[in-house]
C-alpha cells in the first residue's frame, strides 16, 4: 500500500514538474496552479480574462520631450503665442510673450520636460 502511494506521489510530481517547466506560449486561454498558505489551488481562464481590447495594442510613448509637448507646456506656463525657436539633442527653447513682454523657457531633453531655464 505504501509502495503505491509513493509511486503515485513520484508520478503526480513528475507530472506536474513538466507541466511548469513548459514554455509559456502567448495563448488567450490558461492553465493556473498555484500552491500558498490556503493550500493548492488551479483555474482555468478562458478569452483574454476580462481585459480590453485596447490593452493588447502596443503603446507608442516618447521617452523624450517633443516640440508639441514643450510648447503645450510653456502655454500652461502663462506664455501666449508660444514657438520653438532653438532646439538641438538636449534642449528645446521655446519663446512667446507673457503680460510683462517678450519671454524664452527653455526644457530639457527629458521626460515630462523639466524646465532648465
Not at 10 to 23: E, K, N
Not at 50 to 72: F, I, K, L, N
Not at 95 to 114: D, E, I, L, M, S
Request: hydrophobic share 35%.
Amino acid at each position: 500500500m505504501f509502495q503505491k502511494l509513493k509511486i503515485a506521489t513520484a508520478s503526480a510530481l513528475i507530472g506536474l514538474g513538466t507541466l511548469l517547466a513548459a514554455p509559456a506560449t502567448a495563448q488567450a486561454d490558461s492553465l493556473y496552479f498555484g500552491f500558498g498558505i490556503g493550500g493548492p489551488s488551479g483555474d482555468y481562464l478562458y478569452g483574454n480574462s476580462g481585459r480590453s481590447h485596447r490593452a493588447e495594442r502596443p503603446r507608442h510613448h516618447h521617452p523624450s520631450c517633443t516640440h508639441g509637448q514643450a510648447v503645450r507646456k510653456a502655454e500652461s506656463m502663462g506664455i501666449r503665442r508660444a514657438r520653438v525657436v532653438r532646439a538641438n539633442r538636449n534642449i528645446i527653447r521655446v519663446a512667446g510673450r507673457t503680460h510683462r513682454g517678450p519671454q524664452q523657457v527653455v526644457f530639457a531633453r527629458a521626460p515630462r520636460c523639466p524646465v532648465i531655464r
